[in-house]
């Protein structure tokens, strides 16, 4: 069995034409940028987190910001 037809803990990410991973595999989107895709597909999942997911998010966005040197972009 394939593991992309199958999800361990719900199937949030199994019923799209494209399993997240295999987009981001395809598309060569680096780690950062795929966690805050996949919380975004599945926050408002059953299996989900809700608001966990949503502040996660919002944490991974702050952590890019500064980690890349956005805020001093900003500024200059």
């Known amino acids: 069995m394939s593991a992309l037809t199958r999800q361990v803990g719900g199937s949030h990410y199994k019923d799209y034409t494209i399993q997240p991973y295999e987009f981001f595999l395809r598309n060569n989107i680096p780690h ?3 966690a805050v895709i996949r919380r ?3 926050y408002d ?5 809700g608001l966990e997911d949503l ?7 702050e952590l ?3 980690l890349e040197g ?3 972009r900003s500024n200059a």
């Open 32 to 34: 950062h940028k795929a």
């Open 64 to 66: 890019i910001i500064e």
């Open 45 to 49: 999942h059953p299996t989900g987190k």
């Open 70 to 72: 956005w805020r001093e």
């Open 55 to 61: 502040q996660k998010i919002q944490h991974e966005i």
């Open 40 to 42: 975004i597909l599945r």
